[in-house]
């Protein structure tokens, strides 16, 4: 049984370094792709001059808009219906986002992950709030939900991902350390065209790897994602 982790509204941008350099990935980590939900979407934090700037300039935006952003950010995170960070906990509230502010921009996909019930189990361990006004990252939001995957007409699966998720609710691909290739040798995994992992029997090998700090990767627990694009009709 698979749950729910989030909705992520991404724009795809060509990988610049490594292996994949000039390919697409299919991945809604921010290290490789743009999220049209980020730090500076959020009123209260309103991202650094840099990142404003950056977000005008990749999405095409103006003072105004990053406004009424902020404003309606606010209004679905306190419905929650966004989450902290960067990810809608329902598919409505996704599409409404996109047509409302960002229906001029092409190549814009909605990704929805999933995770299976132990990991689903691993990572709300994982990150629980530890203060009385610490509030729930937004994977740990929408997993509590418990939604269950259904086979949807309008969701493809593409493939897994294996994510490194910081305490902040963003997380890395495995692709940040452009090791696609390796982990296909060493456990003889498969990298679809869409740059993720087809399906595994047994994925706690690799868990095991990534997690073990000896080995490079970023010193965050690591999860198996799995990922469908939302057809947008």
Not at 122 to 135: D, R
Not at 142 to 153: M, P, W
Not at 161 to 190: A, N, Q, R
């Amino acid at each position: 049984m698979n749950y729910l982790g989030g909705f992520y509204l991404i724009k795809l941008r060509p990988v610049d370094f490594g292996s994949k350099i000039d390919t697409f990935v299919y991945t809604s980590s921010e290290c490789i792709n743009d999220n049209l939900v980020q730090t500076w979407s959020y009123s209260w934090t309103k991202g650094t001059n840099k990142e404003t700037k950056e977000a005008k300039k990749n999405f095409g935006l103006d003072d105004g808009s990053i406004i009424e952003i902020r404003q309606w950010i606010d209004k679905k995170h306190e419905e929650e219906k966004v989450g902290w960070v960067d990810l809608f906990t329902e598919l409505e509230s996704a599409l409404e986002y996109r047509q409302k502010f960002f229906s001029h921009l092409d190549d814009i996909k909605i990704f929805a992950i999933y995770f299976d019930e132990k990991e689903a189990e691993n990572l709300m361990e994982e990150f629980k709030p530890q203060l009385e006004n610490e509030g729930e990252i937004g994977l740990c939001q929408t997993l509590s939900r418990q939604i269950v995957e259904t086979n949807k007409a309008n969701e493809e699966l593409v493939g897994f991902d294996l994510v490194g998720v910081e305490v902040g609710g963003d997380f890395h691909t495995f692709h940040c350390h452009d090791i696609g290739s390796e982990l296909s040798e060493k456990f003889g995994l498969t990298l679809n065209s869409f740059g993720l992992f087809d399906k595994c029997n047994d994925w706690k090998p690799v868990l095991d790897y990534l997690n073990n700090e000896e080995n490079g990767c970023e010193p965050v627990p690591w999860f198996v994602a799995k990922v469908k694009l939302v057809k947008m009709m």
